[in-house]
């Protein structure tokens, strides 16, 4: 007499072992899917803008800040760019380090110009900032 088990065993017929290694790879394949997908939309939402003027009531967070590019302050080893007025009167400075200058070209052009920058706010010297390491957290909108 033959048992189940060894039914089940015979060539060209798959185990209960066999089915759930492969039921396991799909459900995990499903869930990973699902979650790419949901990050996707929460990604594709559209950025809260704020004005640079509101830039001090959002230290900490990551948001678009749009104005006028009013001053382009170039150092030995960093850019300043100061968005409505100029230093020290300026509602938001955003900084570019020495390693990230070479990627924004030439951003005295830019002054006058109405620009949207994307980051996060912090607090330096008790006023908003905002690092920026590449070129497409700049983007002139005028």
Same mark, same amino acid.
């Given at each position: 007499?033959?048992?189940?088990?060894s $039914?089940?065993n015979?060539?060209?017929?798959?185990?209960? *072992?066999? =089915?759930?290694?492969? =039921?396991?790879? /799909? *459900?995990?394949?499903?869930?990973? /899917?699902? *979650?790419?997908? =949901? &990050?996707? #939309?929460?990604?594709t $939402?559209?950025?809260? !803008?704020?004005?640079? @003027?509101?830039?001090?009531?959002?230290? $900490? #967070?990551?948001? @678009?800040?749009?104005? !006028?590019?009013? +001053?382009?302050?170039?150092? #030995?080893?960093?850019?300043y760019?100061?968005?409505?007025?100029?230093?020290?009167?300026?509602?938001? @400075?955003?900084?570019?380090? *020495?390693? &990230? @200058?070479?990627?924004?070209?030439?951003?005295?052009? /830019? %002054?006058?110009?109405?620009? $949207?920058?994307?980051?996060?706010?912090? %607090?330096?010297? #008790? !006023?908003? +900032?905002?690092i /920026?390491?590449s070129?497409?957290?700049? !983007?002139?909108?005028?």
């Amino acid at each position: 007499m033959k048992s189940c088990g060894s $039914e089940l065993n015979r060539p060209g017929r798959k185990s209960n *072992a066999s =089915f759930i290694k492969w =039921f396991t790879i /799909l *459900a995990v394949l499903i869930r990973d /899917l699902t *979650a790419q997908n =949901f &990050a996707g #939309e929460i990604q594709t $939402e559209k950025p809260k !803008k704020i004005p640079a @003027t509101e830039a001090d009531k959002h230290y $900490e #967070e990551t948001i @678009t800040v749009t104005g !006028k590019l009013a +001053q382009v302050t170039i150092r #030995e080893k960093l850019v300043y760019v100061n968005l409505d007025k100029k230093h020290p009167d300026t509602p938001l @400075t955003c900084v570019m380090f *020495a390693r &990230a @200058t070479n990627r924004f070209g030439d951003l005295k052009q /830019l %002054e006058g110009k109405r620009v $949207e920058v994307r980051g996060r706010i912090e %607090e330096y010297k #008790e !006023k908003p +900032q905002i690092i /920026l390491n590449s070129r497409n957290q700049l !983007k002139v909108v005028e």
